[in-house]
């Protein structure tokens, strides 16, 4: 068992005890899940967490290193939240990357045992585990996709087995389709000699402002993820209002990206030098009437309870602002909309500051 004063947190969600990894302890993730049985006393059942899958920078040398001769598969990498869907005692629930179980989520999730028959495949497969993308509207991403309409959504893009272990890549496109699951989409099979087709995908993704691809072996377990510029300079423009509660290396990260596939592409460099001026000036725009450093959100719930279960959790990390509570119907189910907004403390501290004439010590 793991010192649970060591990086370890006890939870509890509905009658259900479990233990979240909050770091990554030896060789478990972070994010790794424990769940207790009905005592709550005994751990049954472990939930490991989503594997660290290496970004690179430049795609044809990283094609290279990673895959060498051997041909792999390309996935569109979708913008939303990362959770994994699982059955527990009969009950659905969505784990979050950082191994909480998310009360929002799983209440949509109940809804997608029956849209798309889960019970199903969790009869069929009941110690499995769909590692999802999930995209619509959102509590936790911001920058929601265009061309999925109100509501939540998941896309399978991994499945771990029984054993604790991701089922290979061919196995988990036949299960997806004999089950009828929603999937990321597949954009081909590649290989290093064939790399100028996928940068033609990469292309094209770039001009659709689509995030980018995650490219995964189809003789291993070996993956790599690249993103495309658009995508990063929206980061950049639309997260520079967040600046002092985002990592130091968010921006700098996304210009180097940006830099190297603009050259390593083949664009228009007078072009991109545009739109990034463009996503600065634009992301600092705010500042001209700021009141706080902070993101809206629309959700829709079933449950008051289940909002308010889902700001206690929200609120560890940001303060959060209710604006309206409305009843609605979507899709045939009575929900109630609400809009609310996240505030970020050293943004909002320290934007004020600035715009109140303090001064700053290089």
């Known amino acids: 068992m793991p ?16 233990w979240r990894y909050a770091d990554d302890i030896g060789n478990t993730l972070r994010g790794t899940v424990v769940l207790f049985d009905a005592s709550g006393q005994i751990p049954i059942r472990t ?17 290279k290193r990673f895959f060498h001769a051997n041909p792999f598969f390309a996935e569109e990498k979708l913008d939303g939240y990362n959770v994994r869907l699982l059955l527990h005692q ?34 069929d497969y009941p110690d499995y585990v769909l590692f999802s993308e999930v995209l619509g509207d959102n509590p936790y991403n911001s920058q929601k996709d265009p061309t999925i309409p109100s509501g939540l959504y998941f896309f399978v893009f991994e499945i771990v087995g029984r054993d604790g272990e991701l089922i290979h890549v061919r196995d988990r496109y036949r299960l997806v389709e004999s089950h009828e699951l929603p999937t990321v989409p597949l954009l081909g099979q590649f290989s290093s000699d064939r790399i100028d087709e996928l940068f033609e995908v990469l292309r094209n993704l770039n001009e659709k402002e689509r995030e ?11 993956a790599m993820k690249f993103v495309t510029p658009r995508t990063d300079l929206r980061d950049i423009r639309d997260n520079l209002i967040l600046e002092f509660d985002l990592e130091p290396s968010f921006i700098t990260n996304r210009l180097l990206r ?13 072009e991109y030098a545009y739109h990034l001026g463009k996503a600065f ?60 907004r996240r505030v970020f403390r050293k943004s909002t501290k320290r934007y004020r500051e600035i715009l109140r004439g303090y001064g700053h010590i290089d």
């Open 212 to 222: 980018g691809v995650v490219l995964k072996s189809s003789t291993s377990r070996r």
């Open 47 to 63: 939930i490991p967490g989503f594997p660290h899958i290496k970004r690179v920078y430049r795609l044809r040398p990283g094609v």
């Open 90 to 123: 009969g009950q659905p629930l969505a784990l979050t990357r950082g191994g909480f179980i998310c009360p929002f989520t799983s209440e949509w999730a109940e809804i997608w045992w029956q849209r798309y028959r889960l019970d199903r495949f969790f009869a």
């Open 281 to 340: 000036l634009e992301g600092y725009a705010n500042l001209e009437t700021f009141e706080s450093a902070s993101e809206t959100y629309n959700i829709y719930v079933q449950q008051i309870q289940t909002w308010n279960a889902l700001r206690a959790l929200l609120s560890v990390h940001v303060t959060i602002k209710t604006e309206s509570i409305r009843s609605v119907v979507l899709h045939g189910i009575d929900m109630l909309k609400i809009e609310f």
């Open 258 to 270: 940006t830099s190297l596939f603009v050259r390593e592409f083949g664009l228009n460099e007078d």
């Open 3 to 18: 010192d649970i004063t060591r990086g370890v947190e006890e939870r509890e969600y509905n009658g259900i005890k479990y």
